[in-house]
């Protein structure tokens, strides 16, 4: 079905790479556009959007609506957000972000949500929405999959639905030189997960300052030695 690729098409056009400590909301919203500009050229019935002053939106008079694909959370949990959008001059644009920061509010920074054309009833009120729910493809450890240090390290594996904070964790669990990078995958709607360590096993250094106590001479010397796993563990 046309709507069917135009969803692969989607998927195809974009990859995803986030840093662990920031979400790009802005970055999801332009891929959102560009997939319903997407959807406008092929000559979908869908009424004309308002673009005033930049702002972009879709009103519509909305007597129902239906959002298919969720696993994430509970049906109380989204029927509280899509009742507000139940009534007359709804801006569908806005209703779509709110559920896609709603997603990422909870670390699912990878799922996405869309406008399904075919099954909405634009005339009659009935608004179809679709959920997209990134999941995990493959773990990288410095290029090369361990599936053994997956298990022992993180709480999420593969095929699981990629949440940002459950792989904080696994880079923590992992140590401080740890950096890692979400990037889509071969596979549609799935995220290959990248991490990177800075293999520093012992590190040596000299402190110097005049903050010693006078009767014992002001000036003072400190010296560290750190350790960064230096037996191995958690090593491929």
Do not use: C, W
């Not at 802005?26 to 930049?54: A, T, Y």
């Not at 239906?66 to 959370?73: A, H, K, P, S």
């Not at 493959?138 to 298990?151: C, H, L, M, Q, S």
């Not at 904070?165 to 990037?183: E, H, P, T």
């Amino acid at each position: 079905f046309v709507f069917k690729k135009l969803i692969l098409i989607f998927l195809s056009l974009f990859s995803f790479s986030y840093a662990v400590d920031e979400i790009d909301i802005e970055k999801r919203r332009q891929e959102q556009q560009d997939f319903d500009n997407l959807i406008r050229e092929q000559n979908f019935n869908v009424p004309k959007n308002n673009e005033d002053n930049g702002k972009k939106d879709l009103i519509l008079n909305v007597n129902s609506i239906v959002l298919e694909g969720n696993t994430i959370f509970e049906d109380f949990q989204i029927d509280a957000l899509l009742r507000k959008y139940v009534g007359k001059d709804r801006d569908i644009y806005e209703l779509i972000n709110d559920l896609e920061n709603k997603y990422i509010e909870k670390g699912y920074v990878t799922t996405k949500v869309g406008l399904n054309t075919e099954k909405s009833d634009f005339e009659n009120g009935s608004i179809s929405l679709f959920v997209l729910e990134g999941k995990i493809d493959k773990v990288f450890y410095d290029d090369k999959e361990n599936k053994f240090k997956t298990f022992i390290t993180f709480p999420q594996r593969e095929n699981d639905i990629l949440n940002i904070r459950d792989l904080d964790q696994g880079i923590d669990n992992l140590g401080d030189n740890s950096k890692m990078d979400i990037k889509a995958s071969d596979k549609d709607n799935y995220s290959n997960i990248y991490i990177k360590r800075d293999n520093k096993p012992i590190s040596f250094g000299v402190n110097y300052n005049d903050l010693g106590q006078y009767d014992t001479s002001r000036h003072r010397l400190r010296y560290f030695l750190d350790t960064h796993n230096i037996f191995g563990l958690n090593e491929s």
